[in-house]
């Protein structure tokens, strides 16, 4: 049988909130986009998928509810009874039943339009199919309103019950109310129940825990009960009837002697002769309380007598304590635990299960080999030793008093090697060799170097005192100083190639205009000739010449009588030639295609100059941003 945690029970939703989250599941989990000219196949499938994955998510809810609510069939019986106490067995059932045949009616209507929608001409005939299947499943749902509702007050007061465990060891408090159980249980458990002057203030069944013998043990405070017919009581007294008939527990019955508790002891003792079928195979204990107002000895013989009877004829352990005085409380528990861990040890020895476990058990007891008695042997050594004292001058020195000679703790290090066992004593403070890669390290160390690094350190002094080392210029020799001169060299050759470089190939630095350049170019020829005595006339005619440029003269422009009477037809047809082996049938498109190739390799010239700390928006706008069935911007593609 299984014992459920019913905490773990998820919340039951209402009608009009599973529609929703069912409804709204299929709306973000499925595709929202169909157009009327998509193939038809297409579109019976989109709203196929709509349906069935609309049926799979009831399927899904439907199925969590009917697995986490317990099956009165399967749990212990006192939860079976409990629960048919409090919610009506049958009421429960048909809950469970209503939503199962709704799981059924979903299937069958989801299956039903999925085979119409094979046969779907248009996508305006399969959306309305799709609608209906929708529509007829949410009113499945709309009728399990009460069934939703009813479960979802189970689940509640399900959570609200304590977690009994009906095999554990157990102590079952019963009786009259207000006759000291609730006082009881906070007395020898953890648990806080409420204690008032009034009957019936436990109206539920409360459960603490404690230890005893290093188990753990479970107390139950069960409400009061009346003495009347069983189909009388109602759902409070009968928690307890059924916590006292399903509970394999020890059952401690409380009685008020001083009828404080509003019942005479007749009342008290009729009760229990009216539920003691309840107590079969199971130990009694009768619990007297209050005997700081009334002892049982003060009683009449009358009603003495009727405690008596319990004791002689239900074998019962009778007990006295004080919850206000918290006399005898401790002794009350003790005699409860033993009574259930001897019956709980008999029942075992009466099963049928006892002989194949005894048959794996074998106590092993000595046995006498003779009849020769061993005594202890002890040495003559320490039977003659002197026994220790801190005040005797000649007592034994100890480590601990050495400890304290040289400096105490902290500052006392012990000798470790005192107590080798070595052929020769003076070996124990031997330095222990050091090996690496097979060899012993002190072969390979000079025996003059602790005098030759004194003598070092003597002169490293004296190189100090007479400020030898005060001078911050390098040292260098003859080559280290040819070896840097040559690096300095090809440094600064390496430094004007790369800046020959970048004048000559990159066109993003600022360059110096021809003009100027020309100009510059000039006048440093004009005053390399002037120095070297070459006249400054022809040195000026060349300085202009360079400051002109290429640029041709008016007069250089205009063609001779030559070139105009040659004839142009030759020139024409040379120049047409030239484009047909090129691929143009004339200049006017070789020009256009030139323009078109500087235009194309803008972008990539643009591109070229990019870094990689630039920064950019590839797409302008993306598509799952801008498009879908809501304004722009609004909402996404879904």
């Known amino acids: 049988m299984s014992l459920y945690n019913f905490k773990k029970i998820e919340p039951v939703p209402t009608a009009s909130d599973f529609i929703d989250i069912i409804l709204s599941k299929t709306q973000r989990k499925t595709p929202t986009v169909i157009h009327k000219n998509y193939n038809i196949g297409r579109i019976r499938q989109f709203y196929m998928r709509k349906v069935k994955f609309t049926q799979d998510n009831f399927e899904e809810k439907f199925k969590t509810i009917l697995d986490e609510f317990p099956k009165l069939d399967d749990v212990h019986p006192f939860y079976a009874d409990l629960m048919n106490v409090l919610y009506d067995k049958d009421h429960y059932k048909l809950a469970l039943g209503q939503i199962n045949t709704a799981r059924h009616l979903i299937d069958h209507v989801a299956k039903d339009y999925v085979r119409l929608l094979k046969f779907g001409d248009s996508l305006y005939r399969c959306k309305q199919l799709k609608r209906a299947a929708l529509g007829r499943m949410a009113t499945i749902m709309k009728r399990q309103k009460d069934s939703l509702a009813y479960l979802e007050q189970v689940r509640q007061h399900l959570s609200r019950l304590p977690s009994i465990d009906p095999n554990t060891r157990t102590l079952l408090i019963c009786g009259y109310p207000n006759v000291g159980k609730s006082s009881f249980i906070n007395k020898i458990t953890r648990a806080d129940v409420e204690v008032q002057p009034y009957a019936f203030t436990t109206k539920s069944l409360f459960v603490g825990h404690m230890d005893y013998k290093y188990m753990r043990w479970q107390v139950i405070d069960t409400p009061g009960i009346l003495d009347h017919p069983l189909e009388d009581r109602n759902t409070i007294e009968m928690q307890s009837i059924t916590a006292m008939a399903h509970l394999r527990s020890c059952i401690m019955y409380f009685m008020d002697l001083s009828e404080q508790c509003g019942y005479s002891i007749e009342d008290q003792v009729k009760l229990f002769h009216n539920i003691k079928p309840l107590f079969a195979n199971k130990p009694v204990v009768l619990v007297i309380n209050k005997i700081d107002q009334v002892k049982p000895e003060d009683l009449p013989a009358e009603q003495r007598a009727l405690i008596e009877e319990i004791i002689n004829n239900d074998s019962a352990t009778v007990v006295t304590m004080s919850c206000y005085s918290e006399v005898g409380v401790m002794d009350v528990r003790n005699t409860a635990c033993d009574r259930l861990l001897a019956a709980r040890v008999e029942m075992k020895m009466n099963s049928s299960k006892i002989n194949d476990v005894i048959n794996k058990i074998h106590l092993a007891m000595p046995a006498a080999r003779d ?100 001078v911050n210029e390098p040292i260098l020799d003859s080559d280290e ?111 256009e295609a030139d323009k078109q190739k500087r235009l194309k390799q803008t972008a990539n010239n643009k591109m070229g100059r990019r870094g990689d700390s630039d920064r950019a928006i590839m797409t302008k706008m993306p598509k799952h941003l801008f498009s879908g069935k809501t304004s722009m911007g609004s909402r996404d593609y879904r």
């Open 371 to 470: 009849n020769i008695a061993r005594l202890p042997n002890i040495p003559e050594g320490a039977l003659s030793r002197a026994k220790y004292d801190p005040n005797d001058p000649n007592r034994p020195k100890l480590a601990k008093d050495i400890e304290a000679e040289n400096g105490g703790a902290g500052v006392y290090s012990v000798d470790l090697k005192e107590k080798y066992l070595l052929a020769d004593e003076d070996w124990k403070h031997d330095v222990i060799p050091e090996f690496w890669e097979g060899h012993n390290v002190a072969d390979f160390i000079d025996p003059d170097i602790e005098e030759k690094l004194e003598a070092l350190e003597r002169e490293e002094e004296r190189l100090e005192k007479e400020g030898f080392y005060d």
């Open 481 to 591: 100083e040819d070896l840097r001169n040559t690096a300095n060299a090809i440094r600064e050759r390496k430094k004007l190639i790369i800046q020959a470089h970048r004048l000559q190939h990159n066109r993003n630095r600022s360059s110096v205009p021809k003009t100027k350049l020309a100009k510059v170019k000039s006048a440093n020829w004009f005053n390399q000739h002037w120095k070297n005595g070459i006249e400054a006339d022809a040195a000026m005619e060349h300085t202009r010449a360079l400051a002109q440029g290429k640029k041709r003269t008016r007069t250089e422009a205009i063609a001779d009588e030559a070139v105009r009477d040659a004839d142009a037809a030759v020139r024409d047809e040379a120049m047409a030639r030239e484009m047909s082996n090129l691929g143009f049938r004339n200049v006017k498109q070789k020009l």
